[in-house]
């Protein structure tokens, strides 16, 4: 994936312009069920695949325009989120990186494994933080 953050930073602009110029200013709650809506409306397009794929053997093509609008519109909310929480995105993720880094270590994590590895692990991270 080819990111342009010179450009996403221009786009964050504009999407914080847009709503300001329609006096739209939903609030945080409103914004983060609005995330999750849009992302449901992007699991649509790839509801019952697995099916398809058992009686097919073969995933059907996808409008890719659309699942675009459903990714731009997940992302919208996120910012609006954020920026009505003041939550700082690339601080946030700068800083999850380095949680994941640490939660996942590639020398543990590194290679093939099934998904009996994965729910161990996380079972074992659970417990190591107390959490069940």
């Not at 097919?56 to 990714?71: N, T």
Request: aromatic share 10%; proline share 2%.
């Amino acid at each position: 994936m080819k990111l342009d953050t010179e450009k996403l930073g221009v786009l964050v602009d504009e999407i914080l312009k847009f709503n300001d110029h329609r006096g739209w200013s939903p609030v945080a709650e409103d914004l983060a069920k609005s995330v999750v809506l849009e992302s449901s409306e992007l699991m649509e397009h790839f509801q019952w695949d697995a099916s398809s794929v058992t009686r097919d053997s073969k995933l059907p093509e996808k409008d890719l325009e659309e699942i675009g609008f459903e990714v731009a519109d997940v992302f919208w909310y996120l910012v609006l989120f954020c920026e009505e929480m003041d939550i700082d995105l690339v601080e946030a993720l700068e800083e999850k990186l380095k949680h994941n880094d640490k939660k996942f270590p590639a020398e543990q994590f590194g290679g093939e494994h099934d998904e009996k590895f994965y729910r161990e692990q996380k079972k074992a991270y659970r417990e190591k933080k107390g959490v069940k």
